[in-house]
């Protein structure tokens, strides 16, 4: 296979780090290739993507040794703009790569800046169109689509140029089960009819993995790389999926790495576990409510986001906000904490109307970590955001570092949180909200960037505080953080609650929604299955 990224002896090092971000490299990549980047968070997975197109070290600074080359060039002598004819980088929000306003304009700038003939420009914006299934919203302003819509588009603007190389950062973190289907789908369409190099991180692993030609493993600590098959890297990665983990716990071989690899060879843990004792649901008390909404309605101009919604939240319980992207999750959690008022309806948090709160009487009855972890992240250190919380929330100082180093130890106090990667600063902003411990804790998709030991020890810890009387709404994408966490779920689609029960009646029933382990397990009996590999543990532990 003809190499088209050739990585020799590369170390990166950033000023002032104690270590370099990635060390003596050698990596070749051929022409065609689906190549799936996994690690930890803060392992320097986004560092050997940006060496792709020279955004390591031209835009991020710092020193880079050895040779990197695309198509022949060598990135330390060709910056970002020379090479963007070559290879095509879309990064982790859609969003901030966009610079028109409509899907047609966006995807023709790019060819403006490389001075593509009008004629040529016109061709490529309606082959790209076709091939990315955007021919329907052409016309449509970027602000209006969907989740997997603006990624199929930001696809598309690098597209248009015929790159070689499409490099993607967590290309499906912040889309719905559905819309990331589509996204994959088209990249493998890339890869399979026009022989496009695809290179991506990508933390939700259950997602990606079982369509990558090869796994990059990047350890961190300056550590070597591990290369080589899905299955090859997975038999001693400390990042895998539920499904792979699921064999390893069962000792199948080969390794599965999809759900149709693992119900081949579940039969027998299917038989084992039917002898398991049936699932217990808790019964919520109605006096233990917290949040009550009621016939609630929001929209955004002549667009409804919310269409009579009504809710009610028992302390301790953890729910699972679910649904397509635009369903209107983000909008009910701005409601429930007073960030916007409804158009109709009353929304209550033990009796208050959110709306009224301000200061401490806010964050102690009331939190929530939004999408954009930014907009509660204004200081020049990891310390000062730190001390802020402690002061804010009226708690003893290295209160906020303490929380923080439970969920994240690997983040330095002296770091800029600018610095940080997106699943560690979402981290440190949901430690600035806890460390308030408000009766009521809202997260918009927490697990965006987050590896999976992470998102285990955010886990415990909403079990934890779900256990000491709080109540938990988590509007989400991860299936597999539902299963693991929740209590119960809640289905919104076009603003309307559409489904509302336990966990796993609501998430086994679904096509879209259910976790691998309970694609793996679930026959025709019924729904009654483990969703998570810890309850299959612990059911054949019971078992004996």
Not at 220 to 245: C, E, K, N, Q
Request: hydrophobic share 45%.
């Amino acid at each position: 296979m003809t190499p088209i990224i050739e990585f020799e002896s590369v170390t990166i090092t950033y000023a002032g780090a104690e270590r370099p971000a990635l060390a003596n490299v050698d990596l070749s990549i051929g022409e065609g290739e689906l190549v799936l980047v996994i690690g930890q968070t803060g392992s320097g997975k986004t560092t050997l993507l940006r060496a792709i197109n020279g955004l390591v070290p031209h835009f991020t600074g710092g020193t880079l040794a050895g040779n990197v080359r695309v198509a022949g060039r060598d990135t330390s002598t060709h910056h970002p703009r020379d090479l963007a004819d070559v290879v095509g980088v879309v990064p982790q929000d859609p969003l901030s790569s966009f610079v028109t306003d409509t899907v047609e304009e966006e995807l023709a700038y790019g060819m403006e800046c490389l001075g593509v003939s009008p004629a040529i420009m016109r061709r490529r914006v309606e082959e790209t169109l076709d091939l990315l299934g955007l021919a329907d919203v052409r016309d449509r302003a970027l602000m209006s689509l969907s989740g997997g819509q603006r990624q199929r588009v930001a696809i598309g603007a690098v597209l248009t140029a015929h790159p070689r190389v499409l490099v993607l950062d967590e290309p499906t973190s912040a889309l719905d089960p559905g819309a990331a289907e589509e996204v994959l789908a088209v990249l493998q369409r890339l890869v399979h009819d026009l022989g496009i190099t695809v290179v991506l991180a990508e933390h939700r692993l259950e997602r990606v993995l079982e369509y990558a030609d090869r796994v990059i493993h990047v350890p961190g600590d300056a550590r070597p790389l591990v290369v080589g098959t899905p299955a090859d890297v997975m038999i001693s990665s400390p990042v895998a999926p539920p499904v792979v983990r699921l064999g390893q716990m069962a000792e199948w071989s080969p390794l599965p790495l999809s759900v149709r690899d693992a119900r081949r060879q579940a039969r027998d843990l299917r038989t084992r576990l039917e002898q398991r004792p049936a699932r217990t649901i808790p019964v919520r008390e109605q006096q233990d409510t917290v949040v009550t909404v009621e016939r609630t309605r929001a929209s955004y101009g002549r667009v409804p986001a919310l269409r009579g919604v009504t809710l009610d939240i028992a302390k301790g319980e953890i729910v699972a906000l679910m649904g397509r992207n635009g369903a209107g999750k983000s909008t009910l959690l701005s409601t429930l904490v007073g960030l916007r008022r409804p158009d109709a309806g009353t929304v209550r948090i033990d009796g208050v109307d959110p709306a009224t709160l301000t200061g401490p009487r806010l964050i102690g009855r009331i939190g929530l970590v939004p999408q954009d972890s930014t907009d509660l992240l204004q200081r020049d250190s990891v310390a000062a955001e730190c001390a802020d919380a402690d002061r804010d929330a009226g708690v003893e100082p290295g209160t906020t570092a303490e929380l923080l180093a439970r969920i994240a130890p690997e983040i330095p106090a002296d770091a800029h949180p600018r610095d940080l990667s997106e699943g560690q600063r979402l981290v440190l902003a949901l430690a600035v909200v806890l460390v308030a411990t408000p009766a009521v804790l809202l997260l918009d998709e927490p697990t965006r960037g987050l590896d999976y030991p992470t998102k285990e020890r955010l886990s415990t810890l909403l079990r934890d505080l779900a256990a000491s009387g709080h109540a938990i709404v988590v509007a989400t994408h991860d299936v597999e953080l539902a299963a693991e966490t929740a209590t119960r779920v809640v289905v919104l689609a076009d603003g309307e609650v559409v489904a509302d029960g336990p966990t796993a009646e609501v998430l086994v029933g679904s096509p879209l929604f259910a976790p691998q382990v309970a694609k793996v397990l679930v026959g025709p009996e019924g729904t009654d299955v483990p969703l998570t590999v810890t309850e299959v543990r612990q059911a054949l532990a019971v078992i004996g």
